[in-house]
């Protein structure tokens, strides 16, 4: 992630935090299930989805605590 998106990312409410986490969760889902049935083009942007996820989830915890 490009040092900008976690710019944006932190200063984004707890709702629009979340909002984006259930959007990237669903996309994870779908791509990973898309990818058992046929191989994806790129089987990096499963890595990188996961990965921001747990960005989301860390700002989240960190905004909490």
């Known amino acids: ?3 900008k998106n976690w710019q ?9 935090l979340n909002a984006k986490l259930n959007d990237m969760q669903d996309r994870i889902f779908k791509l ?7 191989p994806v083009k790129n089987p990096l ?10 960005r989301v989830k860390t700002l989240l915890a960190q905004k909490k605590g």
């Open 1 to 3: 992630m490009k040092s």
């Open 8 to 16: 944006e990312m932190k200063s984004m409410s707890d709702a629009e």
């Open 32 to 38: 990973k299930f898309r990818h058992t049935t046929t």
């Open 45 to 54: 942007e499963i890595r990188g989805l996961r990965r921001d996820i747990a």
